[in-house]
Every structure is written in C-alpha cells, then in structure tokens.
C-alpha cells in the first residue's frame, strides 16, 4: 500500500508540474541622460569685521586700526573691491568721519598696511582688485584716525559700504 500511495503522489506531481512554469529571465534595457551645470561669474562678501579704533583719550596722534572682511568669486572672475564714503554727511572718500550726534571724528581707509594708498570706490583708480579662486579669500582694511581737536567723550560710529564689481 505503501508504494501504491507514494506512486499516486508521485503521478499527481507530475500531472501538475506542467502548470509550474519554468523561471522566467529578466530582460533588461539600458539607457543614459545627460546631466549639466552652468556656471556663471559671481562674487559676493563673506564676512567681515568691525574697524575697531578701540578706546582713546585726547587725539594728539595717529591711531591705528585694521579689520579684514572675506570675498568669494568664481575661479578665474576678475574683480574689483570699492569702498565708499560711510553714511555720515560730509564725509568723502579721502576723509571718512565717525558721528555721535552732530560731532564727527574724522578717519581713512588705505589698502596697504603702509597707509598710503587711499581705499575708495572708483574702479581702475583706487579699488583693489584680484582675481577669484573659487574660494574664500581674505582682504585686510587699514584704518587711521589722525591727530585732530578732540571732540566731547561719546561712541562715534560710521557704516562704509563694501562693493565688488565683477
């Protein structure tokens, strides 16, 4: 009896085997695209830093001070770094001035640690130019408060607007 069953199990698994497909391969295709970036000329300013002249009494000399301040350019992107004027009224390029209230402290900005080259705005005159590397790059103000009749004590302030012309 036993091989009478084990041969029906058998004929029953060859009876349906047929109905099991064999494994089916995978076709594949294959195809490609293309991918693309444009990059175009571009500087902006990183960071910077407060010109800090510190804390001083009676102004009977020179007083010192540099602040630095980052740019970012494309590599290869000539530009050109301007200064202007500040905000306080009367000021120009040549002599800046720091105001509290209506007393003023005047100042100047070279772009050399020497400070005999006047930092300003007009390009090709008295900017400071370089070339983008594609990475930040690090440029240094110079600033000096020359000896001049001291006004009343008080913090005397001014924003000077950088540019990068590219």
Same mark, same amino acid.
């Given at each position: 009896?036993r091989?009478? $069953? ?9 009876a =349906?085997? &047929?109905? =099991?497909? &064999? ?26 830093? !407060? ?6 009494? =009676? ?18 992107? &000539? ?6 004027? /500040?905000? !306080? ?15 003023? =402290? ?9 400070? !005999? ?12 130019? /370089?070339? /983008? ?12 408060? &020359?000896?001049?009749a001291?006004?009343?004590? $008080? ?12």
């Open positions: 009896m091989k009478t $069953a084990s041969l029906c199990v058998l004929r029953a698994l060859l =349906v085997s &047929p109905l =099991v497909a &064999p494994s089916a391969q995978a076709n594949t295709s294959a195809g490609t695209f293309g991918s693309t970036i444009t990059v175009q000329s571009n500087c902006q300013v990183v960071s910077s830093n !407060t010109l800090n002249f510190g804390t001083q009494g =009676v102004l009977t000399a020179n007083t010192d001070a540099s602040a630095s301040f980052a740019v970012q350019c494309t590599n290869t992107t &000539p530009y050109n770094v301007g200064l202007d004027a /500040g905000t !306080t009224a009367g000021g120009t390029i040549a002599t800046r001035l720091l105001t509290s209230g209506s007393a003023t =402290v005047s100042y100047k900005m070279y772009s050399n640690a020497a400070r !005999t080259t006047n930092w300003g705005n007009t390009v090709g005159t008295d900017t400071l130019s /370089g070339t /983008g590397s594609g990475s930040s790059q690090s440029l240094t103000v110079y600033g000096r408060v &020359p000896a001049q001291t006004p009343a004590a $008080a913090t005397y302030n001014d924003t000077v607007t950088l540019t990068i012309t590219y």
